[in-house]
């Protein structure tokens, strides 16, 4: 069945209150559309746990800082909707712009710590355009549960934080990365890449990979990253953002492997950013 498309935030109240009364949780997916096998695995991860599933579609501008990237977004939202509903998705939450930021806005969710480097470095005020928009969500939805994949682990971390931090009643469920065939991370960029860009793409997942067992086997860290570095360069990333063995838990910068942690890659195909994380498992 089609979901219900709700565009005011009276209406999505009144539908939550709805499914309360008759006694179902409700679980929300985040979203910004251009939707993929990846967030529809986040709406099956709601429905398995038992939700009613609200998933919103907001391309969020403040948390672009560069508007020629918020003006090349896909958007598609009669797409979207056909591709949730045969997963009996319950409500579609689409506000515009107006909806969501009113005349006068002037309050920002801001976390330190684990905002901080990775992503936070290169694309100032990015995390707070998500942290105050997720916040939003989540106030709006009044979800039980909410849920988020695992590509955008800084996101993720950053999301727990306020969450915890500002006492929001709502479990976050960190979902794990999809990633078509050839390891490529399921990504609404990609639809972007060339013809020779998507055939480069896997190459991020790879070198990670590869820096991810090097490590584990107990080599120098730094110079791993360096060849990591050199080989996604040469497989023909344009620029590299960052590539950085980081603390699972805070995210905080590894000179050494001695806790457990991830790698994280953002790297430049012409104007595609891509972005993919690994886990490094301990010996
Ligand atoms: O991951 C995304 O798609 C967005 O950052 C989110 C969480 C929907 C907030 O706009």
């Known amino acids: 069945?089609?979901?219900?498309?709700?565009?005011?935030?009276?209406?999505?109240?009144?539908?939550?209150?709805?499914?309360?009364?008759?006694?179902?949780t409700v679980g929300l997916v985040?979203?910004?559309?251009?939707?993929?096998?990846?967030?529809?695995?986040?709406?099956?991860?709601?429905?398995?746990?038992?939700?009613?599933?609200?998933?919103?579609?907001?391309?969020?501008?403040?948390?672009?800082?560069?508007?020629?990237?918020?003006?090349?977004y896909p958007r598609d939202e009669a797409a979207d909707v056909a591709l949730l509903a045969p997963l009996g998705v319950d409500i579609v939450?689409?506000?515009?712009?107006?909806?969501?930021?009113?005349?006068?806005?002037?309050?920002?969710?801001?976390?330190?710590?684990?905002?901080?480097?990775?992503?936070?470095?290169?694309?100032?005020?990015?995390?707070?355009?998500?942290a105050t928009v997720v916040t939003k969500l989540l106030l709006?939805?009044?979800?039980?549960?909410?849920?988020f994949g695992q590509k955008d682990f800084q996101q993720l971390a950053v999301i727990n934080r306020f969450v915890t931090d500002l006492n929001i009643p709502v479990e976050i469920v960190g979902c794990p990365i999809l990633?078509?065939?050839?390891?490529?991370?399921?990504?609404?960029?990609?639809?972007?890449?060339?013809?020779?860009?998507?055939k480069t793409a896997p190459a991020l997942f790879l070198a990670l990979s590869k820096a991810a067992e090097d490590i584990e086997s107990g080599?120098?860290?730094?110079?791993?990253?360096?060849?990591?570095?050199?080989?996604?360069?040469?497989?023909?990333?344009?620029s590299i953002d960052y590539l950085e063995l980081r603390a699972s838990d805070n995210l905080s910068p590894m000179a050494q492997f001695d806790r457990p942690a991830r790698l994280f890659a953002a790297a430049f195909l012409g104007d595609v950013r891509l972005i993919d994380n690994v886990v490094v498992k301990g010996r």
């Open 219 to 238: 080599n120098d860290v730094t110079r791993v990253l360096a060849h990591a570095s050199k080989s996604l360069l040469e497989a023909g990333f344009t």
């Open 30 to 72: 985040p979203t910004m559309g251009a939707l993929h096998a990846g967030h529809l695995s986040l709406v099956q991860a709601a429905k398995a746990d038992g939700h009613k599933v609200i998933v919103s579609i907001f391309v969020n501008p403040t948390q672009f800082n560069d508007p020629k990237d918020l003006d090349k």
């Open 93 to 130: 939450w689409a506000p515009d712009v107006d909806e969501m930021y009113a005349d006068g806005f002037s309050t920002t969710v801001s976390v330190s710590g684990v905002s901080e480097g990775l992503c936070g470095a290169t694309r100032p005020g990015h995390f707070d355009g998500v």
């Open 179 to 198: 990633r078509e065939d050839d390891g490529l991370a399921m990504s609404s960029r990609n639809v972007r890449l060339s013809e020779t860009g998507r």
């Open 140 to 147: 709006q939805a009044q979800a039980d549960a909410a849920y």
């Open 1 to 24: 069945m089609k979901p219900v498309i709700v565009r005011t935030i009276d209406e999505l109240r009144e539908r939550v209150r709805g499914l309360r009364k008759q006694g179902h």
